[in-house]
């Protein structure tokens, strides 16, 4: 091993049944460093951290860890506690209905024979050395999110951690309690801990990371230093464009110059929801199509759930047609003609043992009442249309949906919606993981329904799309918008820029 090196890992193998999720994968990580694992959707971060924690066993390639005596192997995860490798994940996994001592030991007592007292003063030594500002014997329950993650970092150090992988850890915390969270990151890194720090937060990264691992398509971008690397050059590796050689693709309609005195059909002031994203301004024309863009985890998502209540609303007015409404929940949203494709289809959109004639028309019977039923020939006719007018491929109107492939219930979905008849439709990964041939119908489609006077708030990971399909694109970074492009600044290096640097020239956030 490397000199400091406390894990290795070379040219690392690991394949599933038709996915090479890692392809000679490669890290280091010191001792005392704090080691971003940066990489989009799909890039290899979890895989690899199942290989280094013994979830998965690699394929192929060597793991050697400081005080092993040649290759480490790791088999189970088991093994890689006794290894001295811990893991902490974004969902906190301890039991909130014991204490925090209780916690920090379970699986490490004797029963009936532990010594409470000895228990409980061990963990309050812990909780002391490291800083964390709880007592042994409060319940975990009463502690914050941010205090919780401390407690479950303070298990894992306590069993001889030298390497610690946390796992999106600050995703539910606010910025003090993210504070709180680096300062105890600061004081395992002067203890000599190894930390992977798994976000997708870039003011994150550059404020806590010492060097930062890339991994596209399962494979290794490269291994840098944080700060000899540029923001603007981190995002270009994880989305695999360099901005020098990126065409300058031009987006959706952008004919209308005097679209800004228009009333919008619907806009929103400071809108701010319980899913942690800033109050945000927002607003789309009729006819339009915009768009959300940023890495992942920026915050695109939370956006559209608040404009659709579907995450509880706490703060913001929002306007139809200049009027003032109030939508705190789904419901509200569709008796005003907003309708909401989800990110997870098959979380939040299809409802699998149904057919795909009950998925299609299930937004419209709650519209009319569940105590109004459609009779069973319109729901028919409905389906029949739709299945037509999206060709969806299905057996018939009956299949149940979760018999169809996954760009068939897209369709579906995207029916059931349209039957709808809205003002306004948000489609949020309307094209994720479904072939070329369906993304381009569903792109077609989006501009088609904003020429007949549908608004259309269009989210996608592939910046490439976006650009063909919108007009007009609002830029996040760490949950809060950071500018807003149009026109000619439409663009691939535009969009990287903004996310890298921030900018809120012409933007709307709010800090």
Same mark, same amino acid.
């Given at each position: ?5 406390? &894990? ?17 994968? *490669? ?41 092993? *005596? %040649? ?59 490291? *800083? ?53 990151? +600061? ?14 937060? &870039? ?7 010492? +060097? ?87 915050? +695109? ?30 419901? /509200? ?35 009319? %009442? ?45 029916? +059931? ?23 381009? /119908? ?6 088609? &329904? ?13 910046? *490439? ?22 026109? /000619? ?17 012409? %933007?709307?956030?709010?800090?």
């Amino acid at each position: 091993m490397k000199d400091k090196a406390v &894990l290795e890992l070379h040219d690392i193998h690991k394949s599933f049944p038709g996915v090479k999720a890692l392809q000679g994968v *490669d890290i280091t990580l010191r001792e005392g460093e704090i080691h971003a694992l940066m990489g989009e959707n799909g890039a290899g971060k979890s895989t690899l951290i199942k290989v280094i924690t013994g979830v998965y066993v690699k394929d192929e390639g060597k793991i050697y860890l400081k005080g092993v *005596d %040649g290759e480490a192997h790791i088999h189970s995860p088991q093994d890689a506690q006794n290894l001295g490798i811990s893991t902490v994940y974004q969902e906190i996994t301890l039991c909130p209905n014991l204490t925090v001592a209780e916690n920090m030991f379970i699986g490490r007592t004797k029963g009936v024979l532990t010594n409470w007292k000895k228990m409980n003063r061990d963990a309050n030594k812990i909780l002391e050395s490291l *800083d964390i500002p709880a007592r042994a014997e409060q319940q975990l329950a009463s502690c914050s999110l941010a205090i919780q993650q401390m407690v479950a970092i303070a298990r894992a150090v306590d069993m001889d951690c030298k390497v610690l992988i946390l796992d999106e850890p600050t995703s539910s915390l606010d910025d003090s309690e993210v504070k709180k969270l680096f300062g105890l990151m +600061r004081d395992l890194k002067e203890k000599g801990v190894g930390i992977i720090f798994v976000t997708h937060f &870039l003011d994150q990264v550059y404020e806590v990371c010492d +060097r930062i691992t890339v991994l596209r398509d399962g494979k290794l971008v490269g291994e840098y230093e944080t700060d000899e690397l540029p923001r603007v050059q981190l995002v270009s590796k994880m989305l695999g464009k360099e901005i020098d050689d990126l065409s300058d693709i031009k987006g959706g309609d952008t004919k209308k110059e005097d679209e800004t005195k228009q009333t919008p059909l619907y806009e929103a002031k400071g809108l701010q929801s319980n899913a942690g994203i800033k109050p945000f301004d927002f607003y789309i024309n009729k006819g339009e199509v915009n768009g959300f863009t940023g890495l992942l985890g920026s915050g +695109r998502s939370e956006c559209v759930r608040a404009i659709f209540g579907a995450d509880r609303v706490i703060g913001g007015e929002v306007k139809k047609n200049g009027k003032t409404v109030k939508i705190d929940k789904p419901i /509200d949203a569709m008796k005003n003609g907003i309708a909401y494709l989800p990110e997870d289809r098959k979380l939040d959109g299809i409802v699998g043992d149904l057919s795909v004639r009950e998925n299609i028309i299930l937004a419209s019977q709650v519209l009319k %009442g569940f105590f109004k039923p459609f009779s069973k020939a319109d729901t028919y006719k409905f389906a029949e249309e739709y299945i037509k007018l999206l060709d969806i491929k299905t057996a018939s109107a009956d299949t149940p949906i979760k018999q169809l492939s996954g760009g068939n219930q897209q369709k579906a979905i995207v029916a +059931r919606w349209l039957l709808m008849h809205p003002d306004y439709l948000i489609l949020d990964e309307p094209t994720r993981g479904i072939d070329v041939g369906t993304k381009v /119908d569903i792109q077609k489609l989006v501009l088609k &329904l904003a020429s007949e006077g549908m608004s259309v708030t269009f989210i996608s990971s592939e910046t *490439d799309e976006m650009l063909r399909t919108c007009s007009r694109l609002v830029v996040m970074r760490d949950r809060k918008v950071v500018g807003e492009l149009k026109g /000619d600044e439409l663009t691939q290096s535009g969009i990287m820029k903004t996310i890298a640097g921030g900018s809120e020239e012409g %933007g709307n956030g709010n800090d």
